[in-house]
T-cell receptor, first 114, second 114 residues
Framework: AQSVTQLGSHVSVSEGALVLLRCNYS??????LFWYVQYPNQGLQLLLK????ATLVKGINGFEAEFKKSETSFHLTKPSAHMSDAAEYFCAVSFMDSNYQLIWGAGTKLIIKP | ETGVTQTPRHLVMGMTNKKSLKCEQHLGHNAMYWYKQSAKKPLELMFVYSLEERVENNSVPSRFSPECPNSSHLFLHLHTLQPEDSALYLCASSHPERAGGELFFGEGSRLTVL
């Protein structure tokens, strides 16, 4: 079955440190991959997406993610964390053979320490 | 106008009340979705409408009744809810064949059932 796993329900980093949020998917067919961010009491906002073009994808707010087919991963990174990055981050995947229905990870709450 | 608009943003209701949540999208999409987001739980897909026809209903209790009168509007009618129905209800829209099914979300309606 197709699924998405986000490692770590909470990730804590110091301000200025590297942010790494992990996302792995399971599927034998090519995926479309997404990262969304949710600030408190708001909806989800698209950070970036992979749709079979370049494997290194740059998004908003200095985030980027790399699609690694061999590892079935799409980890989200940012070189230097800012206090405003504190939010919940969701990884999602879709497939053409599933009518592009998004399958969601459980989310990772990013905590920034001053 | 913003892409996806949800009203009201906050709603408090008793268990015997009847209320409705409204969603409107101005993106020309042909699919609309209702999600439920509860604390400490993954995103739950409730309903999907494609071309104004319901294509998915994930075992949602009948006290939640969706309505999609046209491709731009989606309602969630609520009646005789339970306290455990308190959650953030998110509306989203998409054009599934474009960009791998990327979803565009509203800000959400925070529902509290007393």
């Amino acid at each position: 079955a197709q699924s998405v796993t986000q490692l770590g329900s909470h990730v804590s980093v110091s301000e200025g440190a590297l942010v790494l949020l992990r996302c792995n998917y399971s599927s034998s067919v090519p995926p479309y991959l997404f990262w969304y961010v949710q600030y408190p009491n708001q909806g989800l906002q698209l950070l970036l997406k992979y749709t079979s073009a370049a494997t290194l994808v740059k998004g908003i707010n200095g985030f980027e993610a790399e699609f690694k087919k061999s590892e079935t991963s799409f980890h989200l990174t940012k070189p230097s964390a800012h206090m405003s990055d504190a939010a919940e981050y969701f990884c999602a995947v879709s497939f053409m053979d599933s009518n592009y229905q998004l399958i969601w990870g459980a989310g990772t709450k990013l905590i920034i320490k001053p | 106008e913003t892409g996806v608009t949800q009203t009201p943003r906050h709603l408090v209701m008793g268990m015997t009340n009847k209320k409705s949540l409204k969603c409107e999208q101005h993106l020309g999409h042909n699919a609309m979705y209702w999600y439920k987001q509860s604390a400490k739980k993954p995103l739950e897909l409730m309903f999907v409408y494609s071309l104004e026809e319901r294509v998915e209903n994930n075992s949602v209790p009948s006290r939640f009744s969706p309505e999609c009168p046209n491709s731009s509007h989606l309602f969630l009618h609520l009646h005789t809810l339970q306290p455990e129905d308190s959650a953030l209800y998110l509306c989203a829209s998409s054009h599934p064949e474009r960009a791998g099914g990327e979803l565009f979300f509203g800000e959400g309606s925070r529902l509290t059932v007393l």
